[in-house]
């Protein structure tokens, strides 16, 4: 604002048109000359208002920056006027004409005087650039001809692709304005590359489909076939065999090259290539001969050739076994002298396969490939030449198989100038609400973006393209937060509601829009009134939502409503979900007795989120509370994307942990320093924390995982106690003792928070009474593991129930064999109340000392099988038990993640027949048959449904306990909590 | 580790049924031996007699029970421990009720038929206590299936070596390994019985017990060798043979024993069907006679 007082020293003098009689003579300007006194002047009128109604929405369409040239006009800087002119506006030349000037119309000054001549300042403007020859034509150095190039042609390239192809028909345009790269031969290659027949299915059911494909659950083929179709229809531009291999430039000029060379540019880049990533080449001459294969659909499709087998993990095992067992002779040739990385069940099966001389399997270990050439032998038209323990070695052979393992796609994106937010494996690129990436122009969507799910990734390639195009879509699931925030005590917009979130909770408040939504789409909004009117309203009313969305083939989220006071969780049941405080407050009590008041924006449930065993506290919602609660799987995967948020979570966990063991009365504020200093340790399955001997000066607190103490030496070492998550480890060496008397040891994946001296005296002098209650506690473990110490058999029990993972179980079926007599009831009323499948295998399984565990669920204090769900199928009841629920899709993940084989995959049971249907006209299973009955395989409504994924939930549902303990005739079989292993010790 | 169907609940059920005994004794010894025996044919006796009945239903149900995988009250592990107290408690309430007049008649018959079933219940109570020790350490932590597979894979190595011996012993190890028997019938399964044979060169068959002639040739065989290779290679076999020996008979040892723990309900289920049936004559016999 170049004058303080220029709207009360000049009135409004506006540009004044031509003579009429003289315009009508001519088709020139109607206004007069510009008169640059007056519009310097005039400029000076401007107030440079606080909000400048002039460029807002109702003042200029297009938010031309008005105050700041009138400045620049007064202050007689033309050319710099012209400059921030153009910033927003192509063609003042015309505006500055024939605008009907809104922004006059919504002039503050225009409140008591005539508003600023806006309209003619910004024609003097450009006028004055052409005059001075200012104003030249800026033309893009290179023209790419397409404005999008998508990168994959899986489910969310696709949609993408046949997006952009419907708006180009809307455009009546001819030439597409984008292509569509895909580096297999055909479209959606991991889909292409799934089993034959597999059953794709549709998840989650509630969601709607927004994409010019179709697509609905059916099997592998019908869902190919179904997009070949809509590429044809929509004439996608899709080029195979593309293989991108590098992107480089920026917005509006991108380069992608290509791995024959060519070169493509493009204004946007949209990376839609999953998470599979392109198979590891061999790595020498020959690698990419046709008859040199880096994947294997159906090893039946060989027979009685020579293959040759490249890689050692369980892919390559699992590929020779298939091919051997087709007839086919295998070499296998592994890099390394032993199969370190296969699964204990493929080591056995490939040994006893390279072992046995009937099986035409030869292994050659510690070899590596020289070069693979093509023969002139039509017979056996390759020759792999290889360097091995005894020389080199050539091998005439019909094909060659590698499976190296995959190259992850992060390299790729990164080379692209994409940054991930960490180096954990499973880290997400930070992503704007567009699916931007820190790359303006770089989209990514789908499973690489985090969304896993065939119909999230086919809707995100619809918005994608609509947003590239300027058009700023609703996301399909928005309909889905209308139902979340349908009983919320008021009503507006669920983006405003979002809004409103987000600033509440400081702590979520530097997370982008488009996380956050996500977060608040895969959480429950819990709700509580005082009990009243309002109360019944909001209940009902969440009532007449859940009943108009029951005929939905899965049920949406909608918010939970609870009455004041209620208890969100107890102490002591299994839970590990996060809650964050929106509006209220809510108290933790532990042992009855309030403890801590928490207000808005505050969290709580860290505790069990992080080392998953119950809950340590009782929350309880006071007064009307909003609560965000978020399931675990979504805050792990937001700490893989959110450094702050994980080290925010991490520090709230360790001051509560500080102050639960040694300073109770402290205050946060007096615990941040101390804090501060702590260190988070991570230590893998058999690492170790200390040894015996060691000078110790640091004490740990077990934050997830189990840590064993094992006295004595070499073979007469022996575990003495288990520490589990909450526990202490080694805090002998602060009090008193600094020699460390026992080794302590991971027994499985464990954090730690450890605590040194100076840290420890700085907690202790906060809090002196507390001291006493320490001391009690060590003596009392000195007594617990010098008694063990004195009976080596319970302690080589205790080191066997480790090593059958009861460190990180909460509930185990234990066998007596002194007791149980082998009758099967067990497995047979687990059958009986599960479908007719049984879950656990009681032959099966290891035994020591005549304890016997069981090829059944441990219910994991954090379940491996609970990682990497697609549909969020597993779950864990409050008390403890792990259960899949009827949403599972059969992808099998949990089944290979599970350590302890106790899932697996099965087709549901027949039904069982009358006994007289089944004597006379053999239906069905009959009596005691549940498993064995394979009649049901071949039913086409069963393998439509597909295979699901079966374990012990524990008789989650059965309210007379575990059917398996309650059949068992002699009482052999009991389910056994980590603080009942003492009683198996004997 | 666990208690047992004896232990169970700190002996409750032991006491349970030295109460209903203790009752029964008592209601017996109100009789007065006026102008009718002590039997059936009083009122104690009468009510003697239905809870006899009572209890032989009831101790039948346990099969029911131990199907019904949804039913609330009480473990199988409880109902089997009381099945075993109360089923030994109804020999003295039947006894009792039959003031201990026997004769050749349907009554006599179905006190029998319980008394037998009693004694088919204990011996399989003798097994459940004892034979699962038994098998586990027999088993020494490997299951039948774990134990079928190391004797699979002992046989591919023995036929194997002994390709490499002399035909006498080849002829012999081959056919010994192919014709070792394990199981078979109930009673060999039940007895061990070894019904294993090998073939000598001139095509003999002989009788091959618990693998010792078969290891006893091989044996005999070694220091006879001719060649240095033969030797090794009949060590070799020895030692395959020795240890085929041991799993084999932990093999008819594990199936001996688990044969007998589920041998005795094949007595005692069809006799507990004719005590039912035995019983229903006795009491149609005993009302239209009156």
């Known amino acids: 604002m170049g004058k303080t007082t220029g709207f009360i020293d000049f009135e409004r003098n506006s540009a004044p048109y031509r003579d009429a009689g003289a315009r009508m003579l001519d088709f020139r300007e109607i206004y007069t000359e510009h008169d640059v006194s007056q519009l310097t002047d005039q400029g000076a009128r401007c107030m440079d208002c606080g909000v400048p109604f002039c460029q807002a929405d109702d003042g200029c369409p297009i938010h031309n920056l008005i105050p700041e040239w009138n400045d620049l006009v007064y202050r007689d800087r033309w050319r710099d006027a012209l400059d921030r002119l153009h910033k927003t506006n192509n063609f003042p030349e015309f505006t500055g004409r024939v605008c009907p000037a809104p922004c006059e119309g919504s002039c503050c000054l225009a409140v008591i005087e005539p508003a600023v001549t806006i309209k003619n300042i910004e024609c003097a403007i450009v006028d004055r650039g052409f005059e001075e020859n200012w104003i030249k034509a800026n033309p893009p150095l290179q023209r790419t001809g397409k404005k999008v190039a998508v990168v994959g042609s899986g489910p969310a390239g696709l949609s993408a692709a046949a997006r952009a192809a419907e708006l180009d028909r809307a455009n009546e345009s001819t030439i597409p304005s984008y292509v569509l790269l895909e580096s297999h031969s055909a479209h959606a290659k991991t889909i292409q590359r799934y089993q034959v027949g597999k059953h794709v299915m549709a998840e989650p059911g509630y969601l709607t489909l927004r994409s010019d494909c179709e697509f609905q659950a059916g099997t592998r083929e019908a869902v190919l076939d179904q997009w070949l179709a809509d590429i044809d229809r929509g004439q996608v531009n899709i080029r195979n065999d593309a293989e991108v291999t590098r992107i480089s430039g920026s917005k509006g000029a991108f380069s992608l090259a290509l791995k024959n060379g060519d070169e493509l540019e493009a204004e946007n880049v949209v990376l839609a290539i999953g998470l599979e990533g392109s198979p590891r080449k061999i790595g020498t001459p020959g690698e990419d001969l046709p008859l040199v294969q880096y994947h294997l659909e159906d090893p039946k499709a060989f027979r009685d050739e020579v293959i040759v087998v490249i890689g050692a993990g369980d892919s390559a095992i699992e590929n020779v076994l298939g091919l051997a067992a087709s007839k086919n002779h295998v070499y296998i040739i592994n890099r390394r002298e032993e199969f370190s990385r296969a699964k204990e069940g493929n080591l056995a099966l490939i040994l006893a396969a390279i072992s046995d001389p009937a099986v035409a399997v030869d292994c050659l270990y510690g070899s590596n490939v020289n070069s693979v050439i093509e023969t002139p032998d039509a017979d056996e038209p390759l020759a792999i030449s290889l360097n091995t323990l005894e020389g080199e070695v050539t091998i005439a052979c019909h094909r060659v198989i590698a499976r190296l393992g995959g190259v992850p796609p992060r390299r790729f994106v990164e080379g692209a100038g994409v ?130 969305l029951a005929d939905l083939p899965q049920i949406p989220r909608s918010a939970k409503v609870i009455a004041a006071g209620e208890y969100l969780y107890r102490e002591g049941e299994y839970a590990s979900s996060f809650f964050t405080i929106v509006e209220g407050e809510v108290v933790l009590e532990t042992q009855g007795q309030a403890d801590v008041q928490l207000s808005r924006g505050r969290f709580f449930g860290e505790g069990s989120l992080i080392s998953g065993r119950p809950r340590q506290e009782s929350a309880r919602a006071e007064g009307t509370c909003i609560l965000v609660e978020t399931p675990r799987r979504i805050m792990v995967k937001l700490f893989n994307s959110n450094e702050d948020v994980r080290q925010g979570v991490d520090w709230i966990f360790i001051v509560r942990e500080l102050k639960r063991h040694f300073a109770p009365d402290a205050t946060f504020d007096e615990l941040r320093e101390v804090s501060s200093q702590v260190v988070l340790r991570s230590f893998n399955a058999g690492e170790v924390l200390f040894e015996a001997g060691d000078i110790g000066d640091s004490l740990h607190i077990v934050r997830r995982g189990s840590v064993s103490l094992q006295r004595g030496v070499g073979d007469r070492a022996a575990t003495v106690v288990e520490l589990r998550s909450g526990q202490l480890v080694g805090e002998m060496a602060l009090m008193g003792d600094s020699n460390r008397r026992e080794r302590a040891i991971a027994t499985v994946a464990t954090e730690t928070i450890e605590l040194k001296r100076p840290e420890f005296l700085a907690l202790m002098r906060l809090n002196a009474g507390n001291l006493d209650g320490l001391q009690n506690l060590v003596s009392r473990k000195l007594v617990k593991t010098t008694q063990m110490e004195t009976r080596p058999e319970s302690g080589g029990i205790l080191d066997f129930l480790l090593s059958e993972g009861l460190g990180e179980a909460t509930d185990t079926l234990i066998i007596d064999e002194q007791l149980c007599i082998g009758c099967n009831n067990c497995e047979r009323a687990c059958a009986e109340t599960h479908d007719g499948l049984s879950r656990l295998d009681r032959a099966a399984g290891k035994s020591f000392a005549n304890i016997h565990v069981p090829i059944a669920c441990r219910h994991c204090e954090h379940p491996h099988c609970m990682k990497d769900c697609p549909p969020d199928a597993i779950h864990r009841a409050p008390g403890g038990q792990v259960f899949i629920d009827d949403t599972c899709i059969g992808c099998g993940n949990c089944e290979v993640n599970c350590p302890y084989d106790a899932i697996r995959m099965s087709y549901p049971a027949a039904e069982k027949p009358s006994l007289l249907r089944w004597m006379l006209f053999g239906h069905g299973p009959g009596p005691g048959e549940p498993d064995a009955y394979d009649g049901m395989k071949n039913d086409p409504e069963v393998q439509q449904k597909g295979k699901r994924a079966v374990k012990c939930d524990a008789c989650v549902n059965e309210a007379s306990g575990p059917a398996c303990v309650r059949a068992c005739p002699t009482g052999a079989a009991r389910r056994i909590a980590p603080e009942q292993f003492i009683e198996l010790l004997g | 580790m666990f208690d047992n169907i004896m232990r169970v609940r700190n ?136 134990l079928f597979g190391e004797l699979y894979e002992l046989n591919q190595q023995g036929i194997k070596t002994a390709r490499s011996c002399g035909p006498e012993v080849q ?3 081959i056919s010994g390994i192919q014709r070792t028997a394990i199981g078979g019938g109930v009673l060999s399964q039940l007895f061990a019985r070894d019904l294993s044979r090998f073939e000598t060169l001139d095509g003999v068959q002989q009788p091959n017990p618990h693998q010792a002639p078969l290891i006893d040739l091989v044996s005999k065989r070694i220091p006879r060798a001719d060649k240095h290779d033969e030797v090794t290679a009949l060590q070799d076999l020895l030692v395959i043979l020795c240890r085929r020996q041991a799993v084999i008979e932990r093999l008819r040892k594990d199936i001996r024993l688990q044969g007998w723990l589920q041998a005795w309900l094949y007595v005692h289920v069809p006799l507990t069907a004719a005590t039912l049936t035995a019983v229903v004559v006795h009491i149609l016999v005993t009302f239209i006679y009156w």
């Open chain 1, 419 to 548: 940054s991930f937010p960490n180096e954990r494996p499973d880290a997400i690129p930070e992503l704007s609400r567009t699916y931007e990436t820190d790359v303006a122009g770089i989209y990514i969507i789908g499973s690489l973006a985090g969304y896993p799910l065939i119909k999230q990734a086919m809707n995100q390639g619809y918005d994608v393209i609509e947003y590239i195009n300027g058009n700023d879509v609703e996301p399909a699931d928005y309909p889905l937060l209308h139902n979340q925030f349908h009983c919320l005590p008021f009503e507006r917009e669920p983006r405003d509601v979002l809004d409103l979130f987000q600033r509440r909770i400081p702590f979520f408040s530097r997370l982008n829009a488009l996380t956050f939504r996500e977060l608040i789409l895969e959480s429950n909004v819990v709700v509580t009134y005082r009990a009243g009117e309002l109360l019944d309203a909001a209940v009902q009313q969440c009532e007449t939502l859940d009943a108009s």
């Open chain 2, 171 to 173: 002829t012999a190890a």
């Open chain 2, 11 to 146: 002996y409750r059920y032991f006491w349970w049924c030295m109460g209903s005994i203790v009752v029964a004794v008592g209601v017996f010894a109100t009789q007065t031996s006026s102008n009718e025996p002590a039997n059936g044919g009083t009122w104690q006796g009468l009510v003697l007699g239905v809870w006899a009945a009572l209890l032989i239903v009831w101790l039948t149900l346990l099969g029911v029970r131990k199907r019904s995988y949804r039913f609330r009250l009480g473990t199988v592990q409880d109902w089997t421990s009381l099945h075993v107290y109360l089923g030994v408690g109804v020999l003295v309430v039947a006894t009792l009720h039959a003031g201990l007049q026997f004769g050749w008649n349907v009554h006599t018959l179905a006190y029998v038929l319980m008394f037998a079933v009693i004694i088919s219940g204990v011996v399989g109570l003798f097994t459940y206590l004892s034979y699962p020790r038994r098998i586990a350490d027999n088993q020494q932590g490997q299951n039948r299936s774990q």
